[in-house]
């Protein structure tokens, strides 16, 4: 895929935001810090476009970024920080809901998953949650770079054991920093986007 234009278009706070021109989208969800925006970033070739940091929590809101003017990369906000009380997770309940309520089917959601990590309760959780919704989504898991090459493959197979996923889900493992796996996570974004034009 070639990126022409990627430009910030709205942060959605509430059901009423969330843009109504039908275009396809691609929805980037996973834990607090788990890479979202940085793969976003680096998948569309612009360092600064999505905000990343440090410190996890940062994006409460659904973000969308339009890109070639024909679809979004919608960054979800992420689930599970530390400082996260019933509350804040109500709150991401509900926005997950509304988001997928009125964009799927045109909405491909992209679990991640920190490969440095490994699949948490809580991405347990949300992928079943995911499931509930009527979501089909595919697993990237982040950060490979920082897992030895000898240990991948054992790290993909753990992901897919612990998030208990069908052998047609697609199981990515990408890096921001190096780039790694982008091709082939651009290969099922394409095959949505082409779906649903
Ligand atoms: P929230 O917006 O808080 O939900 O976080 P996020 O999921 O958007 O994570 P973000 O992209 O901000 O990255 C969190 C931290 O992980 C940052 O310090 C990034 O530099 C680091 N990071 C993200 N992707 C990679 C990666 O592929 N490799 C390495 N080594 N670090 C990464
Ligand atoms: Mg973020």
Request: charged share 25%; proline share 4%.
């Amino acid at each position: 895929m070639r990126v022409e234009t990627a430009e910030f278009a709205r942060a959605a706070h509430q059901s009423g935001d969330f843009p109504r021109d039908g275009r396809p989208e691609i929805a980037f969800a996973g834990r607090s810090n788990v890479g979202k925006s940085s793969l976003m970033n680096r998948l569309l070739g612009r360092k600064g476009l999505a905000r990343t940091s440090s410190t996890p929590g940062r994006t409460q809101a659904v973000h969308y970024y339009a890109v070639n003017r024909r679809f979004y990369f919608v960054d979800l906000p992420g689930y599970g920080y530390a400082k996260a009380g019933k509350e804040d997770r109500r709150r991401w309940g509900a926005l997950v809901d509304g988001y997928l309520q009125q964009a799927l089917p045109r909405a491909q959601v992209i679990l991640l998953v920190d490969g440095k990590v490994g699949a948490t309760v809580l991405d347990e959780q949300a992928y079943q949650y995911l499931l509930t919704l009527g979501a089909e989504p595919i697993v990237a898991v982040t950060k490979i770079d920082r897992v030895t090459r000898s240990r991948r493959s054992a790290v993909l197979k753990s992901v897919r054991d612990t998030l208990n996923l069908g052998e047609s889900v697609p199981v990515i493992a990408v890096s921001a920093e190096s780039g790694e796996g982008t091709q082939e996570l651009w290969g099922e974004m394409t095959r949505h986007l082409e779906g649903h034009a």
